[in-house]
């Protein structure tokens, strides 16, 4: 904005209402030919599975792999069918192990960030690096000290071997933490004690709808975790009816020298198990985005 010599207020020529900065477009190119190679490197499997799902068990190795065939409705009903609907069982498994432990999981570490953000006692900075040094620990090297532990009391090869180890969450903690100090205001926590809220009323009434984003993400990755989770459940379970869908179908897979037509049910359940993954993540996708720049913005 200008003001000239009459005292009259003008706009530069170059200013145009709406637009920032102009970009360089030969950043706007590279970035086009990574994100378009980096959508080809992620889809290109996705794709090479469904159109394997389609084909019989004799078309697998003797027509391409990229041109669908008319089989799947065909392989979904023997899929359904094969040892009395086992892969329901396993699909109903998974859908226990990944929502119980998500809820659970989501609702442990929005009280531990939110007791980490809000409350301050000693050594609570050092209660946090300790969390978040989780973050930097594999799962898999815990499986077994977890399995020895299951052992002695007598919860392996149960729901509880699978589920408990998939409610706790460090990295669930550090989100919630880092949101509830930026979204929940300590003088609303205030208001509500001065109104005679105790503290679990004021958690559960205000703080879990401020962070509702947060706790919206930290869900969407323990439901992802736990429903991709494979060596855990290889590790405590021996009961084929406790399978979830990646341990069941890594069992038929073991098996596929002696019985082929299992391949084609394999590569079908495979498929229908990516299917709820997709819903939940189209389903909370604006509160999942919101929820990570949050995090970021911090």
Request: glycine share 8%.
């Amino acid at each position: 904005m200008l003001i000239n010599v009459d005292g009259a207020i003008t706009k530069p020529e170059s200013a145009e209402p709406g637009r920032g900065p102009r970009e360089n477009p030969v950043v706007v190119g590279i970035s086009m030919v990574f994100m378009v190679a980096a959508l080809f490197y992620f889809l290109l499997p996705v794709y090479i599975l469904v159109v394997a799902a389609t084909k019989a068990q004799p078309e697998l190795a003797t027509t391409s792999g990229l041109v669908p065939s008319s089989s799947f409705f065909i392989n979904f009903g023997n899929l359904i069918a094969r040892d009395d609907g086992v892969y329901l069982r396993w699909l109903l498994n998974s859908v226990i192990y990944a929502v119980g432990g998500a809820v659970l999981g989501t609702l442990l570490a929005s009280l531990a960030g939110y007791a980490l953000a809000k409350y301050k006692f000693r050594g609570r900075e050092s209660m946090f690096n300790i969390i978040l040094g989780g973050v930097l620990m594999p799962a898999t090297a815990l499986a077994l000290p977890l399995f020895l532990i299951f052992t002695k009391v007598g919860l392996v090869n149960t729901y509880w071997a699978v589920l408990l180890p998939s409610i706790v969450s460090p990295f669930g903690v550090y989100l919630a933490r880092i949101f509830a100090s930026t979204a929940v205001p300590d003088e609303l926590i205030e208001a509500g004690r001065l109104d005679g809220a105790g503290e679990f009323r004021i958690f559960f009434t205000i703080g879990t709808r401020l962070m509702a984003p947060a706790l919206v993400t930290i869900f969407l990755f323990q439901f992802v975790a736990i429903w991709n989770n494979f060596f855990l459940p290889l590790i405590m379970l021996g009961d084929q009816d406790l399978y979830p869908v990646t341990l069941g179908l890594f069992a038929w897979q073991g098996t596929t020298k002696n019985v082929p037509e299992l391949q084609t049910l394999v590569l079908t359940g495979s498929v229908v198990a990516v299917v709820p993954l997709v819903a939940m993540f189209l389903l909370l996708q604006r509160f999942w985005q919101s929820g990570l720049s949050a995090g970021a913005v911090k």
